[in-house]
């Protein structure tokens, strides 16, 4: 015990020198290494995690003029925040008239609607007990906003949908379970999701995971932090078969409540871990249509609309299966990070034109014209997986990533392959967006792009695409490059 207190004093004396010196968040961030900090350094430590450190008095800039619609609401909920905070009379008053301002301006400067109960007072109680003045408050409050609360609440909100995809990658049993009870996440996260969970824990709890939080500057923490409530209390859940609807959404809802201060390095550490497993697309494609400032319309909202709210799994980039099929990406990733098993469900055809070189062919017809032939693919599949991983291959990844055609009326019986996968509860079930389609064309684009050896790329280039007879192949068709490579092609073959 002694030296870990001789370590956290020398950390905290580092992280204390290094503020005083004015220092980066890079560096701060490597001394903390997704620690609590301690009180007396948190207001600094926040403010360099946000990046508002010698911002201006923005609150300087307010007219005074209390003239929304919504006034006499926000008045009165100011009043009855500060009632609970147990500050004096005369404090009372100042905090409230801080508070008020606050919330004003905020409305006016971004143009929205201010409702009771939507989270604001839950993120400023924190704030306030951090002892800062008003105007680093609103600052601090702002970035917040701005970079770590998702958008999009109502019960059809993009958050919602992208966190039940992620339960389902991460625990298809459990996600299974709350939708047969219809139990969606905006019944029981969205709290947690709208103010950080700071309306359900403890103040101290709060400020620790808030330390971690801003100290990773990563948004998506915290949908990796909620599964992980969840997954905690998988058996709890599923024991409660026989409970009501309601009981269980109570009962999720509480979860939080339970976490205590001391607990938070290792909650945290968990959920980052959680975040190591999970397909990198899900923070590249769909930070901007969830986090930011930007409330109209924009190609990326659009896209996420059509990829996620009706995702039958979690969505994956063809650019990261490339990435991942690069015969360096074993030795790069180590044990870190996801590798793909990829399982091509094109026609047979298709797939001996050109396809990814780690790529286990299983082609979704037999499901509908074979049955019994389907299901001895399924169990080639698995051994090859195993096979593959236990060679240390580059196609040796535990975590199946489904790729059809790219053209909707054949990918909708990989859909159906998928969803039978899904209802055995598999985990790490994916699918490819845009499939060899949009794989042809990311190539095409990026012909530069250090992606795949040349020999592979001019193989899936000059495969012609579905039921175009005029155009026939250019040279040989790919040839596999290892012996595990080589059983996937034979396999497909007698398949």
Not at 113 to 136: A, T
Not at 297 to 320: I, M, N, W
Not at 400 to 409: D, K, N, P, V
């Amino acid at each position: 015990m002694a030296e870990v207190s001789s370590d956290e004093s020398e950390w905290n004396t580092e992280l204390e020198q290094a503020l005083v010196e004015e220092c980066d968040f890079g560096t701060l961030k490597n001394i903390c290494k997704g620690r609590p900090v301690p009180a007396h350094l948190r207001a600094d430590v926040w403010q360099v995690c946000l990046n508002v450190k010698g911002k201006g008095d923005i609150l300087s800039s307010f007219d005074g003029v209390f003239d929304l619609k919504e006034q006499s609401i926000i008045r009165e909920d100011c009043q009855n925040l500060v009632d609970k905070l147990g500050n004096d009379e005369e404090e009372k008053i100042s905090v409230v008239g801080d508070l008020e301002s606050l919330i004003t301006l905020y409305c006016k400067s971004r143009n929205e609607k201010y409702i009771s109960g939507n989270g604001w007072l839950d993120i400023l109680q924190p704030l306030l007990s951090i002892k800062v003045g008003r105007s680093e408050i609103y600052n601090m409050f702002y970035t917040i906003q701005n970079k770590f609360i998702p958008r999009d609440f109502d019960k059809s909100g993009k958050p919602f949908h992208l966190f039940r995809l992620l339960l389902l990658y991460h625990d298809p049993e459990l996600c299974s379970f709350l939708d047969t009870k219809r139990i969606t996440p905006d019944l029981y996260a969205l709290s947690w999701f709208r103010e950080l969970f700071a309306s359900v824990c403890d103040l101290k709890v709060i400020l620790n995971i808030w330390d971690v939080y801003f100290e990773t500057g990563d948004p998506f923490l915290l949908f990796f932090l909620a599964l992980v409530i969840l997954v905690n209390a998988r058996e709890q859940l599923l024991e409660a078969e026989n409970q009501s609807k309601q009981q269980i959404v109570e009962m999720i809802s509480l979860f939080p409540s339970a976490l205590q201060a001391e607990d938070i390095e290792d909650f945290c550490s968990l959920a980052q871990y959680y975040a190591s497993k999970t397909p990198y697309s899900f923070r590249r494609d769909y930070e901007k249509p969830l986090f930011g400032t930007s409330m109209l319309p924009t190609k990326e909202t659009d896209d996420f609309d059509l990829q996620v709210a009706q995702a039958l799994c979690l969505p994956v980039s063809v650019r990261e299966l490339l990435q991942a099929s690069h015969p360096g990406a074993v030795s790069n990733m180590g044990d870190q990070g996801v590798r793909y098993f990829i399982v091509d469900c094109r026609p047979a055809e298709q797939y001996n034109r050109g396809h990814l070189p780690t790529a286990f062919h299983l082609d979704a017809n037999l499901m509908l014209q074979n049955l019994e032939e389907f299901n001895t693919a399924v169990q080639a599949l698995f051994a090859a997986q195993q096979q593959a991983i236990l060679a240390g291959s580059v196609a040796g990844g535990e975590h199946l990533c489904f790729i059809g055609s790219g053209r909707e009326e054949e990918d909708q019986y990989v859909h159906m392959v998928v969803a039978n996968f899904l209802q055995k509860h598999h985990q790490y079930v994916s699918f490819a967006v845009g499939g060899y389609r949009a794989l042809k064309q990311v190539l095409q684009e990026s012909p530069d792009e250090a992606l795949l050896e040349q020999g592979l790329r001019e193989c899936i280039l000059s495969s012609p695409e579905p039921g175009n007879t005029s155009d026939i192949e250019h040279g040989e068709d790919f040839a596999p490059h290892s012996q595990t490579d080589q059983t996937f092609s034979n396999k497909s073959t007698e398949t």
